[in-house]
């Protein structure tokens, strides 16, 4: 996605998808149209030896909640000055590889290196020159957001994080000054600028959230922001196109603006706080230390529209789904992660034996039992039915499973039980090239798409075979 250092090269990279056909139960390729346009399956009809599934052995029953994540439910407040106290204690208690780290001694000499005319690009000179007086006015000379640290040039991404320093700046105006006396604020600044960069634009890659302070940073945006979740994501999203595009430190500057703008302070208050809670890995540590402001509201709120505990779903999330287009989030939750809300204080009921009590159920009305395999799946589950197959609607290719995580898509949601005949056909389809698909084999116009994207496929393709009306 344009960028270069390690750290950005391995938050962004996609991961390599190749193409492989059938779902793990289906039939192979080479299916023929009928006279009805279906294809039927080849003669050899037996499902594919090679099941992409994750952890094929597992038998055991290894189950976890796959539910889609509500975001109807008001933002939190934070004020200014409960950003202020909480960036003051958080920034005071970084880890001393954050704390001390510094801007690299050489950063000048590559900012005047970068400054001057190359190659004819007085665009390129003058932004830099631009960059180089914005880190003077900040009294911190030369390369004040370590952007020339691997290269002479401003890339894509170190716009990116220009504008983005811009818009989140203003946040850490009033930090305590003892944090200021003990830090470097501009270099605070640049921390915090690349480690937003790197998360949103985890959440805008086609691969979802995984495990780690990622997934914790994610999670907490949701429980904070609630519906303003997506509008936060969508104007990024924009600055992220637009600022590579920028000319000028000027149009930098406004598109950085814009972007606080449109999400509005608090937002970024959030989305600051947060930031720096991930960067010293506090987050994770929450539940047993200082609380976060509005940290108990988010709880609540997320508790009484979910069921969820929150710092148990931050923490404990196996996987993150996004889709920014759609505007969905989907995750893949430890049983434990329901909270147990029920009258009688959480005793043993006919709901809560399998880890999910009443309000649990009522408030999370999208749980789905979802396992580690598709063997822990049919375990759990037992055969299909008579003359019936188990029919993934997101299928279970090795890409997918790479790129969404083995419980999104063996979870009572995404399998179920239809007509062999037609779970047959419809596998045999998926091998086929289709004027729906620009006249692409099925499956390969499929693998780049988002889950949902797969999955309202999916359902076309169920409607269209007749499985469902």
Same mark, same amino acid.
């Given at each position: 996605?344009?960028?270069?250092?390690?750290?950005?090269?391995?938050?962004?990279?996609?991961?390599?998808?190749?193409?492989?056909?059938? *779902?793990?139960?289906?039939?192979?390729?080479?299916?023929?149209?009928?006279?009805?346009?279906?294809?039927?399956?080849?003669?050899?009809?037996?499902?594919?030896?090679?099941?992409?599934?994750? %952890?094929?052995?597992?038998?055991?029953?290894?189950?976890?909640?796959?539910?889609?994540?509500?975001?109807?439910?008001?933002?939190? /407040?934070?004020?200014?000055?409960?950003?202020?106290?909480?960036?003051?204690?958080?920034?005071?208690?970084?880890?001393?590889?954050?704390?001390?780290?510094?801007?690299?001694?050489?950063?000048?000499?590559?900012? &005047?290196?970068?400054?001057?005319?190359?190659?004819?690009?007085? *665009?390129?000179?003058?932004?830099?020159?631009?960059?180089?007086?914005? *880190?003077?006015? *900040?009294?911190?000379?030369?390369?004040?957001?370590?952007?020339?640290?691997?290269?002479?040039? =401003?890339?894509?991404? #170190?716009?990116?994080?220009?504008?983005?320093?811009?818009?989140?700046?203003?946040?850490?105006?009033?930090?305590?000054?003892?944090?200021?006396?003990?830090?470097?604020?501009? /270099?605070?600044?640049?921390?915090?600028?690349?480690?937003?960069?790197?998360?949103?634009?985890?959440?805008?890659?086609?691969?979802?959230?995984?495990? %780690?302070?990622?997934?914790?940073?994610?999670?907490?945006?949701?429980?904070?922001?609630?519906?303003?979740?997506?509008?936060?994501?969508?104007?990024?999203?924009?600055?992220?196109?637009?600022?590579?595009?920028?000319?000028?430190?000027?149009?930098?500057? @406004?598109?950085?603006?814009?972007?606080?703008?449109?999400?509005?302070?608090?937002?970024?208050?959030?989305?600051?706080?947060?930031?720096?809670?991930?960067?010293?890995?506090?987050?994770?540590?929450?539940?047993?230390?200082?609380?976060?402001?509005? =940290?108990? /509201? &988010?709880?609540?709120?997320? +508790?009484?529209?979910?069921g969820l505990r929150?710092?148990?779903?931050?923490?404990?999330?196996?996987?993150?789904?996004?889709?920014?287009?759609e505007g969905t989030?989907?995750?893949?939750?430890?049983?434990?992660?329901?909270?147990?809300?029920?009258? !009688?204080?959480?005793?043993?009921?006919?709901?809560?034996?399998?880890?999910?009590?009443?309000?649990? @159920?009522?408030?999370?009305?999208?749980?789905?039992?979802?396992?580690?395999?598709?063997?822990?799946?049919?375990?759990?589950?037992?055969?299909?039915? +008579?003359?019936?197959a188990w029919h993934?609607?997101? @299928?279970?290719?090795?890409?997918?499973?790479?790129?969404?995580?083995?419980?999104?898509?063996?979870?009572? +949601? !995404?399998?179920?039980?239809?007509?062999?005949?037609?779970? #047959?056909?419809?596998?045999?389809?998926?091998?086929?090239?289709?004027?729906?698909?620009?006249?692409?084999?099925?499956?390969?116009?499929?693998?780049?798409?988002?889950?949902? @994207? /797969?999955?309202?496929?999916?359902?076309?393709?169920?409607?269209?075979?007749?499985?469902?009306?």
């Open positions: 996605m344009g960028t270069r250092r390690p750290m950005r090269v391995g938050a962004l990279a996609l991961v390599a998808l190749m193409l492989v056909t059938a *779902c793990a139960t289906g039939a192979p390729t080479g299916g023929a149209l009928t006279t009805h346009g279906h294809p039927t399956p080849p003669p050899w009809g037996a499902p594919e030896t090679w099941a992409m599934d994750s %952890g094929t052995g597992d038998k055991g029953r290894v189950e976890a909640i796959f539910t889609a994540l509500p975001t109807d439910f008001a933002p939190v /407040q934070v004020s200014d000055s409960e950003i202020k106290e909480a960036l003051t204690t958080l920034w005071l208690h970084l880890p001393p590889r954050v704390a001390t780290s510094r801007v690299s001694p050489y950063a000048g000499r590559r900012l &005047a290196w970068a400054s001057t005319p190359w190659r004819g690009d007085m *665009c390129q000179s003058d932004l830099a020159r631009s960059y180089g007086q914005f *880190c003077e006015r *900040c009294g911190t000379p030369g390369d004040c957001l370590s952007l020339f640290e691997d290269g002479p040039r =401003l890339q894509a991404d #170190d716009n990116r994080s220009i504008a983005l320093a811009l818009a989140v700046g203003p946040a850490l105006d009033g930090v305590d000054a003892e944090v200021r006396a003990m830090l470097d604020p501009t /270099q605070v600044l640049a921390t915090l600028s690349f480690t937003i960069t790197a998360y949103m634009a985890l959440l805008l890659a086609p691969e979802p959230v995984t495990k %780690g302070a990622a997934t914790v940073f994610s999670v907490l945006m949701w429980g904070y922001l609630g519906w303003e979740f997506f509008d936060l994501l969508r104007a990024y999203a924009r600055l992220y196109d637009a600022a590579p595009r920028a000319a000028t430190f000027a149009e930098l500057r @406004e598109i950085g603006e814009s972007f606080g703008r449109v999400i509005g302070p608090n937002s970024v208050r959030v989305l600051v706080m947060v930031a720096t809670a991930a960067i010293g890995q506090t987050a994770a540590h929450m539940p047993r230390g200082p609380n976060l402001p509005g =940290l108990g /509201q &988010a709880s609540r709120t997320v +508790e009484l529209n979910t929150l710092m148990d779903a931050a923490t404990g999330a196996e996987r993150l789904i996004v889709s920014v287009n989030l989907r995750a893949v939750l430890p049983m434990t992660a329901v909270a147990m809300t029920a009258p !009688n204080g959480g005793g043993e009921s006919s709901s809560n034996a399998r880890g999910v009590p009443p309000d649990g @159920e009522k408030h999370l009305p999208s749980r789905h039992r979802a396992f580690k395999s598709f063997d822990a799946f049919k375990n759990a589950m037992g055969p299909a039915g +008579e003359d019936k993934h609607i997101v @299928e279970q290719r090795k890409p997918n499973v790479e790129r969404f995580g083995a419980e999104a898509l063996h979870n009572t +949601e !995404n399998v179920i039980a239809i007509n062999k005949s037609r779970h #047959d056909a419809i596998s045999a389809y998926y091998s086929t090239k289709s004027r729906d698909t620009e006249g692409m084999v099925v499956r390969e116009w499929l693998r780049t798409k988002s889950y949902e @994207e /797969q999955r309202a496929f999916g359902m076309v393709v169920l409607k269209r075979f007749g499985v469902i009306p």
